[in-house]
C-alpha cells in the first residue's frame, strides 16, 4: 500500500536561510509524488511533481524536490525563505489506482521568521 | 483553462440543519472529481469521487452524501448536520486516471454550532 511520512509537523526558518521539508513515502511500485501548499483559509496549490522523469523537479516560487529512491525520500528544498513562504505543506502520493486518489501526509507548517 | 469553483465561501449551520455544497469545474470534460474534509489542524481526507455521472464513491461511512448530477458538478449533502461536520470542505478535479495531478478549489468553511 502507498503511504507517506512527514518528518516534522513544524519548521521554522529565519527569511533568506534555506528551507528543508521533508518526506518519506512507501510504495510497491514507481510512484507518483507531488508537493501542495495551503496558505489560511485557501486551497492546495501545486508545487511541483514527481512522475518518473528527472529525479530533480523544480516547481514555481523556488522550491524544488529530489526524489531519491533508495532512500524513499522527495524532499522539499528552498534555498532562500521568504515571509510569503508561510504556509502547511502537504507531501502526497498518488495510488495506482484508475481513480486518481491521492494520499496525503499530514503536511508540516513552515513559520518564517522576519 | 481550466478552472474549480465551490460555494459558499464560508457557512455557519445550526446542528440538524440540511447542508448543500456546491463544486463546479470549468475548462475540461468528465474530470474526476473528489471532495475532501480538513478538519482543525488535521491533513485532508478524502470523504468522496467520482470517475462520471451518477457514479459516486464513498471513501468513510459518515453523515454525508455527494451526487454529481452533470458532468462538471459535484454535490455534498447533508439531511441533518452533526457538530462533527465542521470544518473546510475542499473540491477537485483530475483529469484520465491514475497519476495525474488533482487541482483544488478555494474551499467552503463550515461551521456547525
Known amino acids: 500500500a502507498q503511504s507517506v511520512t512527514q518528518l516534522d509537523s513544524h519548521v521554522s526558518v529565519s527569511e533568506g536561510t534555506p528551507v528543508l521539508l521533508r518526506c518519506n513515502y512507501s510504495?510497491?511500485?514507481?510512484?507518483?509524488l507531488f508537493w501542495y501548499v495551503q496558505h489560511p483559509n485557501k486551497g492546495l496549490q501545486l508545487l511541483l511533481k514527481y512522475t518518473s522523469a528527472a529525479t530533480l523537479v523544480k516547481g514555481i516560487n523556488g522550491f524544488e524536490a529530489e526524489f531519491k529512491k533508495s532512500e524513499t525520500s522527495f524532499h522539499l528544498t528552498k534555498p532562500s525563505a521568504h515571509m510569503s513562504d508561510a504556509a502547511e505543506y502537504f507531501c502526497?502520493?498518488?495510488?495506482?489506482?484508475?481513480?486518481?486518489?491521492?494520499?496525503f501526509g499530514q503536511g508540516t507548517t513552515l513559520q518564517v521568521k522576519p | 483553462s481550466q478552472t474549480i469553483h465551490q460555494w459558499p465561501a464560508t457557512l455557519v449551520q445550526p446542528v440538524g440543519s440540511p447542508l448543500s455544497l456546491e463544486c463546479t469545474v470549468e475548462g475540461t470534460s468528465n474530470p474526476n472529481l473528489y471532495w475532501y474534509r480538513q478538519a482543525a489542524g488535521r491533513g485532508l481526507q478524502l470523504l468522496f469521487y467520482?470517475?462520471?455521472?451518477?457514479?459516486i464513491s464513498s471513501e468513510v461511512p459518515q453523515n454525508l452524501s455527494a451526487s454529481r448530477p452533470q458532468d462538471r458538478q459535484f454535490i455534498l449533502s447533508s439531511k441533518k448536520l452533526l457538530l462533527s461536520d465542521s470544518g473546510f470542505y475542499l473540491c477537485?478535479?483530475?483529469?484520465?486516471?491514475?497519476?495525474?495531478?488533482?487541482?483544488f478549489g478555494p474551499g467552503t468553511r463550515l461551521l456547525v454550532l
Open positions: 477537485a478535479w483530475s483529469v484520465l486516471q491514475g497519476r495525474e495531478t488533482q487541482y
Open positions: 467520482s470517475v462520471g455521472i451518477g457514479q
Open positions: 510504495s510497491s511500485y514507481s510512484p507518483s
Open positions: 502526497v502520493v498518488s495510488d495506482l489506482s484508475n481513480t486518481g486518489k491521492l494520499i
